[in-house]
């Protein structure tokens, strides 16, 4: 088996500028086999991006492959994709193994922003490698390892840079989320997780980075995919494996099998 060499059937766009959210998510699940082939694909996938991206494969990459079990890469063919390949793979007895994937999922309406380049409202995805903080909805828990926070009409996600909230979820109850924060309380979000982008809080350089479910149209930098796709990679997710998810341009490649 192999994943195609290039991405060429890729197309374009992607939502709102702060967040992701989005409104009318249709629930129709995609149903997937799982794929279990050894294979070279995700290393391969790192190396292969493009070399005007060096940080698609910086040390934080090499330090992934020494201690995360589970990778999920969102491969893009170019800056101006507004789709991707996104592929997840664990880590057996010192070989990736493709786990799911590879699937078409969408990413920023301004597609994949070179590295370090990603700011606030620009509608561009970040590149680089980064883990993943807890995971959340506006639907109950589904079943996942990591700590799942449930979304109420009161969440918001401050994305203001001036605010000393900045990329941080916040209960407007009992806090400022600063000006224009993105609504939690939408049905893009009944199921996400939290990239672990600008955990800093560096003021503009860009908040609400998710996985989540998509609504057939690009979005504001998040990554997403249809609902099945997307509750299989949440429930298989696990803390205690450490893992990372490498988002860049390049050609995703594996060997045969």
């Known amino acids: ?49 493009s070399p005007a ?21 969102v491969i893009a063919a ?6 991707a390949e996104l592929t997840a793979y664990r880590r057996e007895g010192g070989q990736w193994r493709r786990v799911f994937g590879p699937w078409i999922a969408w990413i920023g309406r301004n597609g994949m922003a070179p590295p370090g380049a990603k700011r606030e409202g620009d509608g561009r ?21 990591f700590p799942y926070r449930r979304i109420h009409a009161y969440d918001v996600w401050d994305d203001d840079p ?47 980075i998710f996985l989540h479910l998509n609504i057939g149209t690009p979005t504001a930098g998040c990554v997403t995919l249809p609902t099945g796709e997307l509750l299989e990679i949440l429930r298989w997710l696990n803390p205690a494996a450490s893992p990372r998810i490498t988002m860049g341009v390049g050609t995703a490649r594996a060997a045969g099998g």
């Open 125 to 145: 995805t970040p590149s680089g490698t980064f883990g993943f903080g807890f995971f959340f909805g506006v639907d109950p828990d589904p079943g996942v390892h």
């Open 78 to 83: 170019s800056y101006g994709a507004t789709q």
């Open 162 to 208: 001036s605010s000393p909230l900045y990329n941080e979820w916040v209960d407007v109850r009992y806090a400022n989320p600063g000006a224009d924060p993105e609504p939690m309380d939408v049905s893009a979000y009944d199921f996400g997780a939290v990239i672990a982008y600008n955990t800093a809080r560096t003021p503009g350089l860009g908040s609400a």
């Open 1 to 49: 088996m192999r994943v195609l060499a290039g991405l060429a059937g890729l197309a374009a766009a992607v939502l709102g500028i702060c967040g992701c959210a989005a409104a009318g998510v249709t629930h129709a699940p995609v149903a997937q086999r799982q794929v279990t082939q050894t294979s070279s694909a995700a290393p391969a996938a790192l190396a292969a991006t």
């Open 53 to 73: 991206a060096p940080s698609a494969r910086p040390a934080a990459v090499s330090a992934a492959r020494r201690t995360s079990s589970q990778l999920v890469t």
